[in-house]
T-cell receptor
Framework: SQTIHQWPATLVQPVGSPLSLECTVE??????LYWYRQAAGRGLQLLFY??????ISSEVPQNLSASRPQDRQFILSSKKLLLSDSGFYLC???????????FGQGTRLTVV | AQKVTQAQTEISVVEKEDVTLDCVYE???????LFWYKQPPSGELVFLIR??????QNEISGRYSWNFQKSTSSFNFTITASQVVDSAVYFC????????????FGKGTMLLVSP
């Protein structure tokens, strides 16, 4: 069966520090991968999606970037965090065309 | 552009009451998928249902039922005989079909079921 792992679960980082969140999927090949962010009191917003290695699409211009160095690995990064980057970050995967996404357990990021 | 509206920010009910969560959507796509996800306090999103735009049959799964009406662009979710374990944030979402399966979410409805 397929599983998705996301870490860390919680992170507190100072403003201006770098960020690296990692997500890996097991039990499937060539998944579509996604990063979503949930700000306080808001719904989920798509940040990036990837349909293959090194193929990244950005939905919202911002202080973040994403990379997919391996088929089942998706990384969310920032060189310098802003206070506004605080939120709950969720990684997800799906099979192309099905629409159905499976989510990781999320990372709660607080920038102080 | 796609848009999903969940007008109810928070709903409080007492256990065993029925509750309906509203969802209205906008899309220019002729084929699309609609979803409901549950987010318990732990934060992980749990998939509940997916509907195709060409399938307007209502669906029932245990205490859960969904009413899809294309004419009003609505996809409402009813929980019958609510339980404390139903307390969570519920998200309605939309994606084009076929496509890259990117989801457009509503802002969510927090459901609080008290004993």
């Amino acid at each position: 069966s397929q599983t998705i792992h996301q870490w860390p679960a919680t992170l507190v980082q100072p403003v201006g520090s770098p960020l690296s969140l990692e997500c890996t999927v097991e039990g499937t090949s060539n998944p579509n991968l996604y990063w979503y962010r949930q700000a306080a009191g808001r719904g989920l917003q798509l940040l990036f999606y990837s349909i293959g290695i090194d193929q990244i699409s950005s939905e919202v211009p911002q202080n973040l970037s994403a990379s997919r160095p391996q088929d089942r690995q998706f990384i969310l990064s920032s060189k310098k965090l802003l206070l506004s980057d605080s939120g709950f970050y969720l990684c997800a995967w799906s099979v192309l065309g099905t629409g159905k996404a499976f989510f990781g357990q999320g990372t709660r990021l607080t920038v102080v | 552009a796609q848009k999903v509206t969940q007008a109810q920010t928070e709903i409080s009910v007492v256990e065993k009451e029925d509750v309906t969560l509203d969802c209205v959507y906008e899309t220019r796509d002729t084929t699309y998928y609609l979803f409901w996800y549950k987010q318990p306090p732990s934060g992980e999103l749990v998939f509940l249902i997916r509907r195709n735009s060409f399938d307007e049959q209502n669906e029932i799964s245990g205490r859960y039922s969904w009413n899809f009406q294309k004419s009003t662009s609505s996809f409402n979710f009813t929980i019958t005989a609510s339980q404390v374990v139903d307390s969570a944030v519920y998200f309605c979402a939309l994606s084009e079909a076929p496509g890259y399966s990117t989801l457009t979410f509503g802002k969510g409805t927090m459901l609080l079921v008290s004993p």
